[in-house]
């Protein structure tokens, strides 16, 4: 297709062809990642800038290394050593970066739309620059619903990854929802695919309020489970998400122990779900807590590994589009 999307801030509004676009190109970034010369000359002679004001290992590595292998010349951006510390604004550090000759700008933000804004704003600047939301508070987190989609695709048809691969389909989320901009973007993306979508959490960690306001947008097949056993019985996929303790204000669950007891995924508790079953975390992992270790280690079971790999070819498929968008350039 003739990639027009100019910023990736949200898969709310993904359409089929994208979501196809995506794994297709990540499929053959996939195959160059193989080979002895793992760069291409794709983004050669753009400048990519990670400007990551929250803490990340694994997006800010994936996103860096992958800009790296289309040949791209790379900022990152460091808050604890910036101007933000002398009062400068995050829209003036972004157009620092405008006038340094960024072309795509990846963001990350504990806040929810800080990435939205930004783009607004290089779009009112006429600026041509994208803008790729990296992460923003409880709001999305793109990136890692596209790479969970070519993680799971990918097992269902390595070759020919695509999202009618899907279709009806039982993908079961576990774990703290309520906090997570990943089970937001996955809940978009798998919906679109056909999936059917079973979250289950501690009431507290899913209160009926947010399952109206994700529904508005979900194309249906979304299910409410405040126990495990509905949720995963014949499941074909378990997503389970950390317990974000840092954006937690209050108590929402008793104890560590008593949640792992309710909601922990076990060996055990997988035998509810069909034979082939599959696990995805999208890391940090509270081992122990979420997962047992027996389960996150087992290569027949965990695509935990296979994710950080995804992410890097997905991320190149992200940057390769928007660095190449009809619409990437000035008006």
């Not at 970066?97 to 800080?114: C, D, E, F, P, S």
């Not at 994208?130 to 508070?137: F, K």
Request: charged letters at 20%; aromatic letters at 6%.
């Amino acid at each position: 297709m003739n990639w027009t999307r100019r910023h990736i801030l949200s898969l709310e509004d993904f359409t089929l062809e994208e979501y196809n676009a995506v794994l297709q190109t990540a499929a053959s970034f996939r195959e160059v990642l193989s080979r002895k010369t793992k760069k291409v000359p794709a983004l050669q002679g753009q400048v990519v800038a990670n400007m990551f004001f929250e803490p990340s290992t694994r997006t800010r590595s994936s996103f860096e290394l992958a800009a790296k292998r289309l040949s791209a010349d790379i900022l990152n951006f460091s808050p604890g050593s910036s101007s933000l510390t002398k009062g400068e604004t995050i829209l003036d550090t972004a157009k620092t970066y405008l006038a340094m000759g960024a072309n795509i700008m990846t963001i990350r933000h504990k806040q929810a739309g800080v990435p939205q804004i930004i783009a607004a704003e290089m779009d009112k600047l006429n600026s041509g620059v994208s803008i790729l939301n990296a992460g923003d508070g409880l709001h999305q987190h793109p990136s890692q619903g596209l790479l969970d989609l070519f993680t799971i695709t990918s097992v269902l048809d390595r070759e020919s990854p695509c999202v009618e691969l899907l279709s009806g389909k039982k993908i079961a989320i576990v774990g703290d929802i309520l906090h997570s901009r990943v089970a937001r973007s996955n809940i978009y993306s798998l919906t679109a695919a056909g999936a059917e979508v079973h979250l289950c959490a501690p009431p507290t960690l899913l209160p009926k309020l947010f399952l109206d306001t994700v529904n508005q947008q979900a194309a249906g097949n979304l299910y409410i489970h405040w126990q495990l056993k509905p949720a995963l019985t014949k499941a074909d996929f378990v997503m389970t998400l950390r317990l974000q303790k840092e954006r937690m204000q209050g108590n929402f669950i008793p104890s560590l122990r008593e949640y792992h007891q309710l909601y922990g995924i076990t060996r055990d508790r997988l035998k509810m779900c069909n034979p082939t079953v599959r696990v995805l975390h999208p890391g940090p992992v509270n081992r122990g807590v979420e997962i047992t270790s027996e389960v996150m280690d087992d290569q027949g079971l965990s695509l935990i590994p296979q994710q950080v790999t995804s992410g890097v070819s997905v991320r190149m498929a992200l940057l390769y589009l928007i660095g190449n968008s009809s619409n990437n350039s000035l008006n």
